[in-house]
């Protein structure tokens, strides 16, 4: 059973109220692997207690009600960090929107001598960033964007679906899609949920030769920047 199949289908069975150490027998895996694939599942009252009526030690329970506990205080941190990560960007400025796409480009653009500007990435919030860095800086027309969806061959009955996400999100429609890219592997993935999976998403800007040639210049002028910076 690969890797991501066993961890799937441990924290499928601690959903349903199973203990670690019966999972990690079940699924001959080791116990302390289990948990920590099972630590942030949170149990109800009633799976609680019947895990507790299963052990003939009263500390059992105990040990449960802590490890909810801790799970709670991990969940409390991630989202305190996360609301001071949120405070500590705080509103941005126009030029501070320019260099951020400029470095974001940088890393996640296409870059070939004679191409056109563009990405490929599955995260929806990062395409909504570049489209409009595209219109704002590369006088873009989101209506004028080339687009094709790449996805594993396991989701191709989801195709459609999959474009109507895309063009809900994004703004876009119908008619500006390439024929879909299908991929597959060796080892199929496994995809947590069906639901979330959206592929990776292709955006050119056509006829962008010139612009991609003034990025490649704002990219190395930031690289000059940061390469001279002290410290």
Not at 3 to 12: D, F, S
Not at 122 to 132: Q, S, T, Y
């Amino acid at each position: 059973m690969a890797k991501l199949e066993l961890k799937l289908r441990v924290q499928e069975l601690r959903k349903r109220g199973e203990s670690i150490k019966q999972i990690a027998k079940k699924l001959d895996a080791p116990v302390s692997t289990v948990s920590t694939w099972c630590r942030d599942i949170k149990l109800t009252p009633e799976q609680i207690e019947k895990l507790t009526e299963l052990q003939s030690r009263g500390t059992y329970k105990g040990i449960l009600k802590a490890a909810e506990k801790k799970r709670e205080e991990r969940k409390e941190k991630v989202e305190l960090l996360k609301k001071k990560g949120i405070k500590d960007i705080g509103r941005i400025s126009e030029r501070e929107f320019f260099i951020s796409g400029v470095a974001l480009y940088w890393g996640e653009g296409f870059k070939t001598k004679g191409g056109s500007v563009g990405v490929s990435i599955g995260n929806v919030d990062m395409l909504k960033f570049f489209i409009k860095w595209f219109e704002k800086y590369l006088k873009g027309d989101r209506q004028k964007l080339q687009l094709r969806v790449t996805i594993n061959e396991q989701h191709k009955n989801r195709e459609k679906f999959i474009k109507k996400f895309w063009i809900k999100e994004l703004n876009v429609n119908a008619g500006q899609f390439q024929k879909t890219m299908f991929i597959s592997s060796e080892s199929p993935k496994i995809y947590y949920s069906r639901k979330t999976y959206h592929g990776t998403l292709r955006v050119v800007l056509p006829k962008s030769t010139d612009y991609l040639r003034l990025i490649n210049g704002w990219i190395e002028g930031l690289y000059k920047i940061t390469k001279n910076m002290s410290g």
